[in-house]
């Protein structure tokens, strides 16, 4: 916990259950009942066992990560430790006033059942309000987190916009790829309306990137198939590709133009490399509570582990911003003549 947050923290606690005491210095006094030692010392047994009980509750809440669960979940296990942590409040208070003798005898005839849940009502009025207060905090903390973590996404993409036609879709393969069209035009026309349909399709996807925060990974597959076709036409038989694709997986939401980008360094970084080109396979499947993607190349990883470069960087921020630290990426050469970058992304428990 940052240190700020904590002293907050304690000055709120202090103060909350301080006033809670300075309430009950003024209605003894606007009842004009005598402020003894005892009763000051059963205030401060108050303010005291407060701080203790809350703190507890606190510990309770964090420790079973109860922020996180929705408020109809939530809410039960709540009821039940506010009427714990009033219980335990009341028995310390009960049981420091019997050691310290600050009971005011023949002050009650209620028996010890009555006595016990009438104090617990009691002391619950205190406590529900501070869970609400709790609760209420970390909920705008947590809304303004994931606000500030929407701006940072927003700028990303924005920084993203210009840098997608040269890092993502850079203009030697545009160029590469327009030659290719060329030659096609007159050997085979038919072939050449296709790519120029499948370069349409990836210069208009990544237009539309910024848009998005996901997009499926059915359609960021569509897109990355036409960057392959096209790629093919240039290294013909020096490329061969290889798909590995668990159907359900189509429906999973990954970031706009990541596999686009981990597929491209795998051309760029592998099979450009390679004199007798090589391999790329694209494995889509779950892997527990994940969607796995893995794109292996031939290849190797020549100093790119590090996710130096703008692709790999990216890629590892907008995974960050999209899905915390639930979300993982790793790139490694695999049998010294292959790369492997994985990608796992956290996957909705109802889906």
């Known amino acids: 916990m940052p240190k700020n947050i904590s002293k907050y923290y304690w000055w709120c606690q202090v103060g909350g259950w301080g006033l809670v005491g300075l309430s009950m210095l003024f209605f003894a006094h606007t009842f004009d009942q005598k402020l003894s030692v005892n009763y000051i010392a059963r205030i401060l047994d108050v303010v005291a066992g407060g701080i203790l009980s809350t703190h507890l509750l606190r510990a309770v809440i964090k420790k079973r990560n109860w922020l996180l669960l929705p408020i109809e979940k939530v809410l039960p296990k709540l009821l039940v430790a506010v009427l714990l942590t009033s219980l335990f409040f009341i028995l310390l208070q009960m049981g420091i006033n019997q050691l310290f003798h600050l ?3 023949g002050k009650t005839k209620l028996d010890f059942t009555t006595r016990l849940i009438a104090n617990i009502i009691n002391i619950g009025i205190f406590i529900v309000p501070w869970v609400m207060i709790y609760y209420f905090y970390h909920y705008i903390e947590k809304s ?5 973590d929407t701006l940072r996404l927003e700028a990303l993409v924005k920084e993203l916009e210009l840098k997608t036609i040269k890092a993502h879709i850079n203009p030697h393969f545009i160029f590469n790829a327009l030659n290719s069209i060329r030659a096609l035009i007159d050997e085979n026309p038919s072939r050449a309306r296709t790519a120029i349909t ?22 960021e597959l569509n897109i990355v198939k036409d960057y392959l076709a096209l790629e093919h036409i240039r290294f013909e038989d020096r490329l061969h590709i290889e798909y590995d694709i668990d159907e359900d997986t189509l429906n999973q939401p990954i970031p706009p133009m990541m596999l686009q980008t981990l597929v491209e360094n795998a051309i760029k970084h592998g099979i450009s490399k390679q ?11 779950f892997r527990d509570t994940f969607h796995m993607l893995v794109i292996e190349n031939t290849g190797h990883l020549n100093g790119h582990a590090d996710g130096d470069g703008f692709g790999l960087a990216s890629t590892k921020n907008r995974l960050q911003l999209l899905f915390g630290d639930k979300a993982n990426f790793d790139i ?4 010294g003549s ?4 994985t990608v796992l992304i956290p996957v909705d428990i109802y889906r």
């Open 338 to 341: 292959s790369v492997e970058a």
């Open 198 to 219: 499948e370069l349409s399709n990836i210069l208009r996807s990544s237009m539309q990137a910024e848009k998005l925060e996901t997009v499926t990974f059915e359609k």
């Open 275 to 285: 004199v007798s080109g090589g391999r790329v396979k694209i494995t889509s499947d």
């Open 103 to 105: 009971t005011e005898s």
């Open 332 to 335: 490694r050469e695999v049998n």
């Open 144 to 148: 303004r987190k994931q606000q500030f």
